[in-house]
């Protein structure tokens, strides 16, 4: 909901009830990776005003349909691919799509992801949260998503190369030490890396899928991992 919230949040409902075509231009500008979903829950947010009549219409759902994207195909990255995107997103960004490819955590789980986190002599990695528009959700303690991953070595070596930072307990923050903005890395880091070592297109959480297909290959089961 941050988006919505920026960009509407301090709207009437009176204002909101007749914007059904400023929430259409509003849509419009959102990143092909982001619109669905961001799209998707401030529908539902409106849904529920609607329920409890603070609102006669949903301008959201006025605003024209809302297509699901295409479920892309599995992409996973070969060694090699991983170790020229690594060279070409330098020492921030190469060791942290090493370190996604080697552990399969999620994009908002190392997004999420803080140094004490990081057990380098248990070598492991304890999940503990995720973080989405800016907004960080514990796992609850009950929740399969909470758990402890080992560390390869090369997760390890990722790790220790990345720059050190006082300013900030995460693993892979934003320049100015907060969370990273998953949208913009995409689009500004990571895209751009694959279009200039020439490998074809596919969205960073294809490096879980790349971890998925290595233990696959190497006879580890996944049958508690999913997509």
């Known amino acids: 909901m941050a988006a919505a919230r920026e960009q509407f949040g301090s709207w009437t409902l009176a204002e909101l009830e007749g914007a059904a075509d400023d929430v259409a231009a509003w849509r419009a500008g959102l990143s092909n ?30 605003a024209g349909t809302n297509p ?31 370190f996604a490819a080697e552990t399969g955590l999620r994009t908002n789980e190392w997004a999420a992801l803080e140094r004490l986190d990081v057990d380098q002599a248990g070598r492991a990695v304890g999940v503990q949260r995720r973080v989405s528009d800016g907004v960080v959700t514990p796992y609850p303690k009950t929740e399969r998503s909470r758990r402890r991953v080992p560390l390869t070595a090369k997760a390890l070596d990722a790790y220790r190369r990345l720059p050190a930072r006082l300013d900030t307990p995460l693993v892979f923050p934003a320049p100015q030490g907060g969370y990273l903005s998953l949208d913009n890395w995409r689009t500004r880091e990571w895209y751009d890396a694959l279009d200039a070592t020439g490998i074809e297109r596919r969205g960073p959480y294809h490096l879980r899928h790349t971890f998925a297909t290595k233990a696959l290959v190497a006879g580890i089961s996944i049958s508690s991992w999913s997509a």
């Open 68 to 98: 699901q994207p295409r479920t892309d195909e599995f992409l996973p990255l070969s060694r090699e691919q991983i170790d020229v995107l690594d060279a070409e997103l330098g020492a921030v960004h190469g060791p942290l799509v090493v």
């Open 33 to 62: 990776t982001s619109r669905y979903r961001k799209t998707l829950a401030f529908r539902q947010a409106l849904n529920a005003a609607v329920r409890w009549r603070y609102l006669t219409v949903n301008p959201v759902a006025q």
